[in-house]
């Protein structure tokens, strides 16, 4: 089959790629990939995405942060490729299930390719705070989000406030304004006008396991 054309910087991003798979045994996350050539996480997105469309590379699974690897001749003909060894999912950092937080993102990884649902866009936050402890949400948690800029009545989200804070809770729209429900009945709910969503509560991880 014969292949498109890559652009210069296509052909750098696939042999960084490349030696990194080489070195290391796993695919960049495309933070990684961003920060070598010095430019931003969406930018690398679009030059991936095109790689992908060209079909030089493919993803293991949707929302694996270390799922890239390479389509080689051998992969059409006898089936080899670069393959990921473990999935991992991104912890991006901490989330207030008490008093709000600064939203601060602080990557770490997750591997538990268990916990990943399929199909679904997850990220991890650390969980600060007892706000959400009549949920079973308790501080030192690890909850599991996926992705949505939208929520239902009752579910679980990541919310954005005014502010730039972050918290978890329970949403609710009300007539004209929204709530954030806390699941401690010592604590009162916080009103708003509207948030920004980041994602809506999928799991939640201890040390014993997944609850």
């Known amino acids: 089959m014969s292949q498109r054309p890559l652009t210069r910087r296509q052909r750098e991003i696939l042999d960084f790629l490349q030696d990194y798979m080489d070195r290391e045994e796993i695919s960049p996350t495309l933070e990684e990939i961003a920060q ?12 991936v995405a095109e790689l992908e469309r060209k079909g030089v590379i493919e993803r293991a699974a949707p929302g694996i942060s270390r799922g890239l690897r390479i389509v080689t001749e051998e992969n059409e003909s006898n089936e080899k ?5 473990s999935p991992s999912i991104d912890v991006l950092g901490s989330i207030a299930a008490g008093t709000p937080i600064e939203a601060i993102e602080a990557p770490e990884k997750l591997d538990f390719a268990s916990l990943i649902p399929d199909g679904k866009d997850v990220y991890a936050l650390r969980v600060n705070g007892n706000s959400m402890i009549e949920d079973s949400i308790r501080d030192g948690d690890l909850v599991l989000i996926e992705k949505r800029a939208s929520a239902r009545n009752g579910e679980t989200v990541v919310a954005i406030l005014d502010d730039d804070e972050a918290t978890l809770k329970r949403y609710y729209k009300e007539k004209d304004r ?18 920004e969503i980041r994602g809506v509560l999928i799991g939640v991880v201890r040390q014993y396991g997944l609850s």
Do not use: E
């Not at 070598?36 to 030059?47: D, E, L, R, S």
């Not at 490729?81 to 060894?85: A, D, Q």
């Not at 929204?178 to 948030?195: E, G, H, K």
């Open 36 to 47: 070598q050539f010095g430019v931003n996480k969406v930018t690398i997105f679009g030059h």
């Open 178 to 195: 929204v709530r954030l429900q806390p699941a401690n009945s010592t604590m009162d709910p916080i009103y708003v006008d509207q948030i």
């Open 81 to 85: 490729v670069h393959t990921i060894p």
